[in-house]
């Protein structure tokens, strides 16, 4: 649950917003207010642009993130501030300072000397009676700091030695508790800093896949997505070292990092005895504290940016995928292949229900060709199949052929084939959504049904899935889970909502993502339609057990009753603005039936005619939209990649083919193309059009059918590299460094050190391996 907060917090909080997504204060400040309301994102997008004026689900869905962050930040605020009040610290500059940090690392700098922590050396020394030596080195650059140290000898200080060791160890504490240095040292470190990979030893041959990093740097601030992450599993894998150098080539006596030091303090190296033991005291400093805080940070920042990064991605490309062309309500057979445990076949109707399964074994050890292609062909008769849906996992183009084959034997009209993707399908073959669809039905056999169904419609059978586990992302198991989760089930709810649900066929997984109800209303809806029967009107809902208004509010838009007794019941059009949209239909002198899907009559409208106190003009203009195309899909138009002949396997690829694929995934670095050959190809980010790509969405997107030429073939790592280049893969022109490519800009004080390895080729290795298909 959101921490809540107070309105002065809110209006603060909404101005910080607004700047960050462009929008007016006001704005963010309602949109706050609606979703602390239970609004949720698609309703205020789509019913509530007056109130936000116009806020967009992407601007909302940045403003739902933000908010949370924002309000935790706070939250961690007020506890900060009690925790230092407690101690009897707390002053107004202070809590000035607390008040004006604008993250959570400039937080916790702050408080970091009032953190109630373990007794340290630093404590112990001030126990010891060694604090008035440590100022005095501190204040009187004339002393001799071996001198001052013999007047604090006692029982629990020995000798000169422990004494300016105690004082150092306090100063130490001292200078590494101080924020404003801190902030200083992380941003001069974020601007400078080299992240350096090394192979560790003994590990080269098990750890191959990540060859590109056994002797790699690039600048931290400049470091990708893929390639931090890549190189983070690499670690984790105990294959790599990582380190964070500032300033390694600079020979100064004293580095610039010391230096920032020493001047916070007035500490100078004028060749004073006590200016030379308080530079070695920064220089211990630098290393025994600062250098190793400041590392870690900047490697746990490198890590929260990297996954943000890849969950963004991976957000992107299951909408792509959820949003790709549903085939639509035809008779559908699918076909999960298998070698050894045979093909299994599923055959569902127009609407999804499952009309017969078999399981065929064409392939060794049984070899029942003729037997497999005979009862495919019955099934295809007998139930007047019209698409067959093939798998695109281990035997799909052998099955492939196999389907081809008979149905070029077979009197028209024959189905069309088409090789779907199958991520995620066995996850939900063993799922209790599956379970509970198909409670008589053998787990290997629901994989073909819904491979069958995700043809006809990818969302409606996508939703069924978790959707981590449709497999479109990068790295996707390394990042934060929670926040993957939430970021990933946002995008599932805008799919579903942007398209709309039928009331009277949706399944309780689609149901319940639609705004407004989840688990419990959905199948509370199922159980009234399958007691009652088929809704006529959307205010039936209202009869649903525990669906009140509120919950009628958010959903009722979303949900379409095609052939109901209200025709504004099949649009998008929400009930509380049928009023509006009657007047329309009255002003144009028609029946709101045959006014539907006549453009010209509702194009002559003057919307702003029909402005009243309660609905502007974006809601007119919707509804007169709604009413010209009622129900519109937004998904484009069903077509699918016609895989070439004889091109089954990636041995029987050539460099210069040109062929026609599908892309499966979107990286940061470039898309995953399948062409057939059971093992996706890659064209890399500068192989994806004659000009400058920064980012491979600007071009594909998952599900596109694109035409590619291959490059490179690694038959022995299984890698394919593809060009999507009019000129087959020509050196990329000039421009801006594509995103993934290593970069390095010493000071001009500092020698340039010597490129190491970096990803090569068509992709990198650790990249390939960690994304491609197995």
Same mark, same amino acid.
């Given at each position: 649950?959101?921490?809540?907060?107070?309105?002065?917090?809110?209006?603060?909080?909404?101005?910080?917003?607004?700047?960050?997504?462009?929008?007016?204060?006001?704005?963010?400040?309602?949109?706050?207010?609606?979703?602390?309301?239970?609004?949720?994102?698609?309703?205020?997008?789509?019913?509530?642009?007056?109130?936000?004026?116009?806020?967009?689900?992407?601007?909302?869905?940045? @403003?739902?993130?933000?908010?949370?962050?924002?309000?935790?930040?706070?939250?961690?605020?007020?506890?900060?501030?009690?925790?230092?009040?407690?101690?009897?610290?707390? *002053?107004?500059?202070?809590?000035?300072?607390?008040?004006?940090?604008?993250?959570?690392?400039?937080?916790?700098?702050?408080?970091?000397?009032?953190?109630?922590?373990?007794?340290?050396?630093?404590?112990?020394?001030?126990?010891?009676?060694?604090?008035?030596?440590?100022?005095?080195?501190?204040?009187?650059?004339?002393?001799?700091?071996?001198?001052?140290?013999?007047?604090?000898?006692?029982?629990?200080?020995?000798?000169?030695?422990?004494?300016?060791?105690?004082?150092?160890?306090?100063?130490?504490?001292?200078?590494?508790?101080?924020?404003?240095?801190?902030?200083?040292?992380?941003?001069?470190? $974020?601007?400078?800093? =080299?992240?350096?990979?090394?192979?560790?030893?003994?590990?080269?041959?098990?750890?191959?896949?990540?060859?590109?990093?056994? *002797?790699?740097?690039?600048?931290?601030?400049?470091?990708?997505?893929?390639?931090?992450?890549?190189?983070?599993?690499?670690?984790?894998?105990?294959?790599?070292?990582?380190?964070?150098?500032?300033?390694?080539?600079?020979?100064?006596?004293?580095?610039?990092?010391?230096?920032?030091?020493?001047?916070?303090?007035?500490?100078?190296?004028?060749?004073?005895?006590?200016?030379?033991?308080?530079?070695?005291?920064?220089?211990?400093?630098?290393?025994?504290?600062?250098?190793?805080?400041?590392?870690?940070?900047?490697?746990?920042?490198?890590?929260?940016?990297?996954?943000?990064?890849?969950?963004?991605?991976?957000?992107?490309?299951?909408?792509?995928?959820?949003?790709?062309?549903?085939?639509?309500?035809?008779?559908?057979?699918?076909?999960?292949?298998?070698?050894?445990?045979?093909?299994?076949?599923?055959?569902?109707?127009?609407?999804?229900?499952?009309?017969?399964?078999?399981?065929?074994?064409?392939?060794?050890?049984?070899?029942?060709?003729?037997?497999?292609?005979?009862?495919?062909?019955? @099934?295809?008769?007998?139930?007047?199949?019209?698409?067959?849906?093939?798998? *695109?996992?281990?035997?799909?183009?052998?099955?492939?052929?196999?389907?081809?084959?008979?149905?070029?034997?077979?009197?028209?009209?024959? &189905?069309?084939?088409?090789?779907?993707?199958?991520?995620?399908?066995?996850?939900?073959?063993?799922?209790?959504?599956?379970?509970?669809?198909? &409670?008589? @039905?053998?787990?290997?056999?629901?994989?073909?049904?819904?491979?069958?169904?995700?043809?006809?419609? &990818?969302?409606?059978?996508?939703?069924?899935?978790?959707?981590?586990?449709?497999?479109?992302?990068?790295?996707?198991?390394?990042?934060?889970?929670?926040?993957?989760?939430?970021?990933?089930?946002?995008?599932?709810?805008?799919? =579903?909502?942007? =398209?709309?649900?039928?009331?009277?066929?949706?399944?309780?997984?689609?149901?319940?993502?639609?705004?407004?109800?989840?688990?419990?209303?959905?199948?509370?809806?199922?159980?009234?339609?399958?007691?009652?029967?088929?809704?006529?009107?959307?205010?039936?809902?209202?009869?649903?057990?525990?669906?009140?208004?509120?919950?009628?509010? $958010?959903?009722?838009?979303?949900?379409?009753?095609?052939?109901?007794?209200?025709?504004?019941?099949?649009?998008?059009?929400?009930?509380?603005?049928?009023?509006?949209?009657?007047?329309?239909?009255?002003?144009?002198?028609?029946?709101?039936?045959?006014?539907?899907?006549?453009?010209?009559? @509702?194009?002559?409208?003057?919307?702003? =005619?029909?402005?009243?106190?309660?609905?502007?003009?974006?809601?007119?203009?919707?509804?007169?939209?709604?009413?010209?195309?009622?129900?519109?899909?937004?998904?484009?138009?069903?077509?699918?990649?016609?895989?070439?002949?004889?091109?089954?396997?990636?041995?029987?690829?050539?460099?210069?083919?040109?062929?026609?694929?599908?892309?499966?995934?979107?990286?940061?670095?470039?898309?995953?193309?399948?062409?057939?050959?059971?093992?996706?190809?890659?064209?890399?980010?500068?192989?994806?059009?004659?000009?400058?790509?920064?980012?491979?969405?600007?071009?594909?997107?998952?599900?596109?059918?694109?035409?590619?030429?291959?490059?490179?073939?690694?038959?022995?790592?299984?890698?394919?590299?593809?060009?999507?280049?009019?000129?087959?893969?020509?050196?990329?022109?000039?421009?801006?460094?594509?995103?993934?490519?290593?970069?390095?800009?010493?000071?001009?004080?500092?020698?340039?050190?010597?490129?190491?390895?970096?990803?090569?080729?068509?992709?990198?290795?650790?990249?390939?391996?960690?994304?491609?298909?197995?």
């Amino acid at each position: 649950m959101p921490v809540t907060a107070n309105s002065a917090h809110t209006a603060r909080i909404a101005r910080l917003i607004a700047a960050e997504i462009n929008a007016r204060p006001e704005q963010a400040n309602a949109a706050i207010e609606l979703l602390d309301g239970g609004a949720t994102v698609p309703f205020i997008a789509r019913y509530r642009k007056e109130v936000t004026g116009g806020l967009d689900d992407t601007q909302l869905r940045m @403003l739902d993130e933000r908010l949370l962050y924002l309000r935790e930040l706070d939250a961690r605020r007020d506890t900060i501030i009690e925790s230092i009040r407690s101690q009897g610290k707390l *002053n107004d500059e202070l809590e000035g300072k607390i008040a004006a940090a604008a993250t959570k690392a400039e937080l916790e700098d702050i408080y970091l000397p009032y953190k109630p922590k373990r007794r340290t050396r630093a404590e112990i020394a001030r126990e010891r009676g060694l604090g008035p030596l440590a100022e005095a080195i501190l204040s009187d650059r004339a002393s001799v700091p071996q001198q001052l140290a013999t007047n604090f000898i006692n029982d629990d200080v020995p000798d000169v030695k422990a004494a300016l060791e105690g004082a150092r160890d306090i100063l130490v504490e001292t200078f590494s508790e101080n924020a404003d240095l801190i902030g200083r040292l992380r941003n001069y470190m $974020q601007d400078r800093a =080299v992240l350096r990979a090394k192979v560790v030893d003994g590990k080269a041959d098990t750890g191959a896949k990540f060859a590109d990093y056994f *002797n790699h740097f690039e600048r931290w601030s400049a470091v990708p997505s893929h390639r931090a992450l890549a190189m983070l599993r690499g670690r984790n894998e105990e294959v790599l070292s990582l380190e964070i150098e500032v300033d390694a080539e600079d020979t100064a006596p004293v580095k610039p990092v010391e230096r920032m030091i020493a001047n916070a303090y007035a500490i100078s190296d004028k060749g004073g005895a006590a200016d030379i033991w308080l530079m070695d005291v920064v220089r211990w400093a630098w290393r025994i504290r600062f250098s190793l805080n400041l590392s870690i940070d900047l490697m746990t920042t490198m890590r929260e940016r990297a996954e943000e990064e890849a969950i963004r991605v991976f957000a992107r490309n299951l909408k792509d995928l959820l949003l790709a062309a549903p085939a639509g309500s035809r008779s559908t057979m699918g076909l999960d292949p298998g070698i050894r445990t045979g093909v299994k076949v599923a055959v569902v109707d127009g609407t999804g229900k499952l009309l017969e399964t078999t399981t065929v074994y064409p392939f060794p050890p049984r070899n029942d060709v003729r037997g497999t292609q005979a009862e495919i062909e019955r @099934l295809i008769v007998s139930h007047k199949v019209e698409l067959v849906a093939i798998g *695109n996992g281990t035997g799909s183009r052998e099955t492939e052929r196999l389907v081809a084959d008979m149905l070029a034997a077979m009197p028209s009209p024959k &189905p069309m084939k088409v090789i779907v993707s199958e991520a995620g399908a066995s996850v939900y073959s063993a799922s209790a959504t599956a379970a509970a669809e198909f &409670p008589d @039905l053998d787990v290997s056999l629901r994989g073909a049904v819904s491979i069958a169904r995700r043809l006809q419609d &990818p969302l409606a059978e996508l939703v069924k899935i978790e959707p981590k586990s449709i497999g479109v992302g990068q790295y996707q198991h390394d990042v934060d889970q929670y926040r993957l989760a939430r970021s990933l089930e946002g995008v599932v709810e805008d799919a =579903v909502n942007a =398209v709309g649900v039928d009331l009277n066929t949706a399944s309780a997984s689609l149901l319940a993502r639609i705004s407004g109800l989840g688990n419990s209303l959905a199948e509370a809806i199922i159980a009234y339609r399958n007691e009652v029967g088929p809704f006529k009107t959307r205010r039936d809902l209202l009869k649903v057990a525990r669906l009140g208004p509120r919950a009628f509010e $958010q959903c009722a838009g979303f949900l379409r009753i095609p052939d109901g007794t209200e025709p504004l019941d099949a649009s998008a059009v929400h009930p509380e603005a049928y009023g509006v949209a009657k007047k329309i239909v009255s002003a144009c002198g028609r029946d709101v039936r045959a006014l539907m899907n006549d453009g010209a009559a @509702l194009r002559a409208l003057d919307p702003r =005619v029909f402005v009243d106190d309660r609905f502007g003009l974006p809601t007119v203009r919707d509804i007169i939209a709604e009413l010209e195309k009622p129900g519109r899909d937004p998904r484009p138009e069903f077509k699918t990649a016609s895989f070439a002949d004889g091109i089954d396997d990636i041995k029987d690829l050539k460099p210069g083919m040109l062929l026609e694929g599908t892309v499966t995934n979107v990286a940061a670095f470039g898309a995953f193309v399948d062409i057939g050959v059971h093992q996706d190809g890659l064209v890399h980010l500068s192989q994806l059009a004659d000009r400058f790509v920064k980012d491979a969405h600007e071009v594909v997107k998952a599900g596109d059918v694109v035409k590619v030429r291959v490059v490179d073939v690694d038959v022995k790592r299984s890698r394919i590299g593809l060009t999507m280049r009019k000129d087959g893969g020509a050196p990329a022109p000039r421009g801006p460094r594509p995103s993934d490519a290593p970069s390095y800009k010493p000071r001009s004080n500092a020698p340039a050190p010597k490129p190491q390895s970096a990803p090569q080729g068509a992709f990198g290795a650790a990249l390939a391996d960690a994304l491609r298909k197995k």
